[in-house]
């Protein structure tokens, strides 16, 4: 599996973060290529082998995005379940299966993924993050927020190069958990 973080802050723009996010990212232990992605409150960062791990997508006028790490057992049938309901897949990655599903399902969606994953997933229109690790994941993801700004990853040395977090202010999201963070508000849900 490769490695993910991300910030969120929803008072500030993130890619003045820039910096801190490239260091995060270089924090994460795992082989492969570092790589960013942007928008205006959020920012991830990806380690990987071969795949990419960030993907967008555009429906009905929203933006979403993921950053993902693992592999999804099921994204045939997955992949023909979203078909089915008009969903457009063009790549065959499963970033992009497990982002149009969550855009299908919601929160939901993890009824319908099976595999070893972490993934995080921005709605622009919303303002908000989800994050959830599959019960079968071999990576844990740690996390630390206040009122506006939410940080994660699945190694604790990338959240702790973040310069406004300490360690003990960090935790650690269980195995087949996840949560939705927006203005003011983390739910768990399990």
């Keep these: 599996m490769c490695g993910i973080t991300g910030i969120v802050d929803l008072k500030n723009f993130v890619r003045e973060e820039r910096d801190t996010l490239i260091g995060m990212t270089e924090m994460l232990t795992t082989s492969g290529v570092a790589d960013l992605w942007f928008s205006t409150f959020v920012g991830f960062g990806y380690k990987y082998l071969d795949d990419r791990g960030t993907v967008q997508k555009k429906i009905n006028g929203n933006m979403y995005a993921i950053v993902y790490s693992g592999s999804l057992s099921n994204k045939k049938d ?3 379940k979203l078909l089915e309901k008009g969903h457009s897949i063009p790549s065959s990655s ?10 299908e399902w ?42 506006h700004r939410f940080l994660f990853g699945t190694e604790l040395n990338a959240i702790v190069k973040h310069h406004k977090v300490s360690l003990e202010n960090i935790k650690e ?16 849900k399990n």
């Design 78 to 80: 997955t992949r023909n």
């Design 94 to 103: 499963d970033a992009e299966t497990m982002l149009t599903s969550y855009i």
């Design 106 to 147: 919601r929160e939901d969606c993890l009824d319908f993924l099976i595999g070893n994953f972490v993934f995080a997933v921005w709605d622009e229109n919303k303002q908000e993050l989800f994050l959830t690790t599959s019960q079968g994941s071999n990576k844990l993801i740690y996390y630390a927020f206040d009122s």
């Design 173 to 188: 999201l269980q195995l087949g958990h996840s949560l939705l963070f927006s203005k003011d508000n983390v739910k768990l």
